[in-house]
């Protein structure tokens, strides 16, 4: 079994700032890329921003100059620190891995979500 758990959402004024951390644990043998996800009410869930194993990193352009994707490889954790939030940002933001399990299968999980509000 694998477990995605995030952490760090919370309520922010526009123009705050806060990071989010998302911990796997479970039967993992090693983990590929690692991102972030939001939903926000009545819209389909979209991309924030994806790191490979390697620390390559890619941004959806909503996000880019203001959030910072990062990982931590030996606590297969995933970072974001989001800067300059502003009320379009409110939303459950979720953390997905693609990952090998000790079953030699490869598989993406995702986590339950933490909600950021951000306030104008």
């Known amino acids: 079994q694998v477990q995605l758990v995030e952490s760090g959402g919370g309520l922010v004024q526009a123009g705050g700032s806060l990071r989010l951390s998302c911990v796997a644990s479970?039967?993992?043998?090693?983990?590929?890329?690692m991102g972030w996800y939001r939903q926000a009410p009545g819209k389909q869930r979209e991309l924030v921003a994806v790191?490979?194993?390697?620390?390559?990193?890619e941004y959806s352009d909503f996000v880019k100059g203001r959030f910072t994707i990062s990982r931590d490889n030996a606590k297969n954790t995933v970072y974001l620190q989001m800067n300059s939030l502003r009320s379009e940002d409110t939303a459950l933001y979720y953390c997905?891995?693609?990952?090998?399990?000790?079953?030699?299968?490869?598989?993406?999980?995702w986590g339950q979500g933490t909600q950021v509000t951000v306030s104008s």
């Open positions: 479970g039967t993992i043998f090693s983990i590929n890329g």
């Open positions: 997905n891995a693609d990952l090998w399990d000790y079953t030699n299968s490869r598989r993406t999980y």
């Open positions: 790191i490979k194993r390697g620390g390559s990193t």
